[in-house]
C-alpha cells in the first residue's frame, strides 16, 4: 500500500512542470491618469455621457441610448471595425463608471475578456481621471502571434486610453 501511494506522490510531481508551462495567457492590467484643469464635475458631463466618444480619435459613430447600467453602445472606428460595450456599474456621486465588451474583436482592439473602468475626481479645481482596463491578450493559447501577443495587447489599450484621455483634455480644456 505505501509503495502504490509513494508512486501515486511520484506520478503527481512529475506533471507539476507540464501543468506549470501550460496555463496559457494572464489577465493584464493597466491604469492611464491624466490632470484636466477644469472642474470634476464639468469633466464628468463629459465623460460619464456612455453615449459620446467624440473625444477619443478615430471613432467615427456611436448608436445607442442611455448611460445607466444595461446600457450598450456599438462603436464604429473610422476603420469601419465595430464592438459592442454594456454599461455594468454607474456611480454619480463617486463619479465612477464600469463598462465591458459584450463580444470580443480582435480587429477593433488585440484583446478579449475586456473590461474598464473610469473615474473622475476633484483635484482642487482641476481634475483628475483615472482609465483601469483588464484583459487578455487576443491570441488565448500559448505561444500567440506578435500582434496578438500581451505586448502588443497592452501596447493597444495604452495607446487608445492615452489618446483618448488626451482628446478629452483637450475637449473639456478647449470648451467644446
Known amino acids: 500500500m505505501k509503495s502504490l501511494l509513494w508512486a501515486?506522490?511520484?506520478?503527481?510531481?512529475?506533471?507539476?512542470?507540464v501543468v506549470a508551462e501550460a496555463h496559457g495567457p494572464t489577465r493584464q492590467?493597466?491604469?492611464?491618469?491624466?490632470?484636466?484643469d477644469a472642474p470634476a464635475d464639468k469633466v464628468w458631463a463629459v465623460v460619464s455621457n456612455f453615449q459620446d466618444l467624440s473625444w477619443i480619435p478615430?471613432?467615427?459613430?456611436?448608436?445607442?441610448s442611455g448611460s445607466e447600467v444595461g446600457a450598450t453602445r456599438t462603436i464604429t472606428l473610422e476603420n469601419g471595425e465595430k464592438l459592442v460595450e454594456k454599461m455594468d456599474k454607474f456611480d454619480a456621486a463617486k463619479m465612477m463608471f464600469m463598462y465591458r465588451a459584450e463580444a470580443d474583436n480582435?480587429?477593433?482592439?488585440?484583446?478579449t475578456n475586456y473590461s474598464?473602468?473610469?473615474t473622475v475626481k476633484d483635484a482642487g479645481?482641476?481634475?483628475?481621471?483615472?482609465?483601469?482596463g483588464a484583459f487578455y491578450r487576443g491570441y488565448p493559447n500559448n505561444d500567440p502571434p506578435p500582434e496578438l501577443s500581451d505586448e502588443a495587447a497592452v501596447k493597444a489599450?495604452?495607446?487608445?486610453?492615452?489618446?483618448?484621455l488626451d482628446g478629452l483634455k483637450k475637449k473639456v480644456e478647449g470648451g467644446s
Open 8 to 17: 501515486l506522490v511520484a506520478g503527481a510531481v512529475a506533471l507539476v512542470p
Open 29 to 36: 492590467k493597466i491604469e492611464v491618469t491624466r490632470e484636466i
Open 58 to 64: 478615430g471613432v467615427k459613430s456611436v448608436e445607442g
Open 106 to 111: 480582435i480587429k477593433f482592439l488585440p484583446v
Open 116 to 118: 474598464s473602468r473610469i
Open 125 to 132: 479645481g482641476k481634475s483628475t481621471v483615472t482609465w483601469w
Open 157 to 164: 489599450v495604452t495607446d487608445l486610453y492615452n489618446a483618448g
